[in-house]
């Protein structure tokens, strides 16, 4: 547990003006920070960091000030998705908003908290490569002006903002960008969106954007939720306060965004612009909801779903996986006998793996769609993707980066399912004739 200001670090960063060797401190792997200033590095660094570790820093700063982290040195092995080693910083401690992960030697601008905490986590696999990091925070105030990675305060009469990257690459993956746009009393906010690319689904599950009138973020205020490659019908606030947050998951990425906002009269004519339409879920009104169950309850009762379907949403999950994963893991059957059985069959690369208790939820980069149902696919540029809760982790035991033949069935939101009863094999390319075949079977 240490601490250390920028007077003391600044002489053993960059040595002395007589050229002495530079010193460092002696970096350990996290710890609790405080302070209005000081550094924080990877383990052993400058030294190759090591493996298999996770290490975790909590900064905190004076009440009343916010935390801002700028790195000064990156370099960890680089992948696209960041999915082996990575840098994690959160906007706080405990279930907090992920503000950016990221790995390779792009340093991204500085990373502002909301409030006078924020925590950074470094991950590192088996095969490391590589200084690590090495980043300074300091207090500041709220609201600061200053160059950021993403986010921040507008308040000029006009102006733009974008997603990180823009316009030389994709937005990262695993990152949240809040903007908080503020015009004078008695004037109102335009957003108009120039350009519009962010990973498609039908609910705006994964990547997406969002709006809301005010200050903060609240299903009472919120205007829309966005993604797809369409952009937005211009946007109009209530009042003098638009707050915009986009935020992507750690799978598929896509070109992004960029918005430019105008400040008008509170009186100007909006009638030419249709009102924007919110691509979530709709929230239903409560005295729908009496009738809605009326309806519901005159209707057959009769069971619909497997067990496997209904498994996300049931209290009884738990003991069902429990059970479910002590059986013996051992796959039967072939492609084709399971081939009419399921709802979806696919052929994809595993891209990222999020464990859970007993379950896995894995992200898919679909390769061939021999079979969709009612999958629910997203779509980035030509890139497609899935997502599908795996009940047991071990079984069928996948692995990251490894192509598979993927069959299972399909919940009420579109997710697939894979139980161990399932079919999940890796991918052979002689597999790939059978499929085709298969593909024109009436089952």
């Not at 350990?28 to 290490?55: F, H, M, R, W």
């Not at 937005?171 to 350009?195: D, N, R």
């Not at 986009?246 to 009102?275: E, M, Q």
Request: aromatic share 10%.
């Amino acid at each position: 547990m240490w601490s250390v200001t920028w007077s003391l670090w600044l002489p053993l960063v960059f040595g002395s003006v007589f050229g002495q060797r530079q010193r460092w401190p002696a970096f350990l792997c996290g710890g609790n920070v405080t302070g209005s200033s000081g550094l924080i590095g990877s383990q052993g660094y400058p030294g190759v960091y090591p493996a298999n570790t996770k290490c975790v820093w909590r900064i905190t700063v004076p009440q009343g000030k916010v935390v801002s982290l700028t790195f000064r040195s990156l370099d960890l092995e680089s992948d696209g998705l960041c999915r082996y080693d990575y840098v994690d910083v959160y906007d706080g401690f405990v279930n907090s908003q992920r503000l950016g992960r990221f790995c390779g030697t792009a340093q991204p601008g500085a990373l502002i908290s909301s409030h006078n905490r924020m925590q950074v986590v470094m991950v590192s696999d088996a095969n490391t490569a590589g200084s690590g990091f090495l980043a300074g925070y300091a207090a500041i105030r709220p609201n600061a002006r200053g160059e950021r990675y993403c986010g921040g305060l507008l308040d000029k009469p006009s102006g733009a903002f974008t997603t990180p990257n823009w316009p030389e690459r994709d937005y990262p993956p695993g990152v949240t960008c809040s903007w908080h746009i503020i015009a004078p009393e008695h004037q109102i906010i335009e957003l108009k969106f120039e350009k519009f690319d962010v990973e498609r689904d039908n609910y705006c599950r994964y990547d997406h954007m969002a709006v809301y009138n005010g200050a903060e973020i609240s299903d009472t205020s919120r205007i829309g939720k966005f993604c797809g490659d369409s952009p937005p019908a211009p946007i109009f606030s209530d009042g003098n306060h638009l707050f915009v947050q986009f935020f992507s998951d750690l799978s598929l990425t896509a070109d992004g965004f960029i918005c430019h906002y105008t400040f008008k009269p509170k009186n100007s004519t909006v009638s030419d612009s249709p009102v924007p339409v919110n691509t979530a879920v709709p929230t239903t009104p409560g005295p729908v909801a009496l009738a809605y169950s009326e309806a519901l309850c005159k209707q057959k009762c009769k069971r619909s779903g497997t067990v496997e379907s209904h498994y996300c949403s049931s209290n009884f999950a738990l003991a069902y996986s429990e059970a479910l994963c002590k059986q013996k893991c051992k796959r039967s059957g072939t492609v084709e006998s399971h081939y009419c059985s399921s709802n979806f069959v696919l052929t994809g690369t595993l891209v990222s793996a999020a464990m859970r208790e007993q379950s896995v939820l894995a992200t898919f980069s679909v390769t061939n769609l021999y079979k969709e149902g009612n999958l629910s696919i997203q779509q980035a540029g030509k890139s497609m993707s899935t997502k599908v809760v795996i009940l047991c982790k071990k079984c069928p035991l996948v692995r990251r980066g490894l192509n598979y033949i993927v069959m299972g069935h399909v919940d009420e939101q579109g997710q697939g399912v894979v139980s161990p009863q399932n079919f999940v094999m890796a991918f052979k390319t002689k597999k790939q004739r059978d499929l085709a075949v298969l593909k024109n079977v009436r089952c």
